[in-house]
C-alpha cells in the first residue's frame, strides 16, 4: 500500500485498515513459525503498511490540532 493511497481517508477508514493489516502480520507470524510461509517479502511489506498507516495518522492528528 502507498502513501499516495493512504493519504485522503478518513481516520475510521485507517483504523480499520491497520486492524486488517495488523491481523494479517498475525497470521504471517504464525505462517512463519510453522514454516509455511510461502512468501517472505510480504511480511516485510505488512510491516511497512503498518508504519505508514500509522504515519498518517499521526499527521491527521496533528492537523486536526491545528
Partial sequence: MKM???IGKSAAQLA???LN???EQMNLR???AAG???NPNRWRDVRKAVARLKTAQTQLVKK???
Fill in 4 to 6: 499516495s493511497e493512504i
Fill in 16 to 18: 480499520d485498515l491497520l
Fill in 21 to 23: 493489516l495488523r491481523k
Fill in 30 to 32: 504464525f505462517q512463519k
Fill in 36 to 38: 509455511q510461509l510461502a
Fill in 64 to 66: 486536526e490540532v491545528k
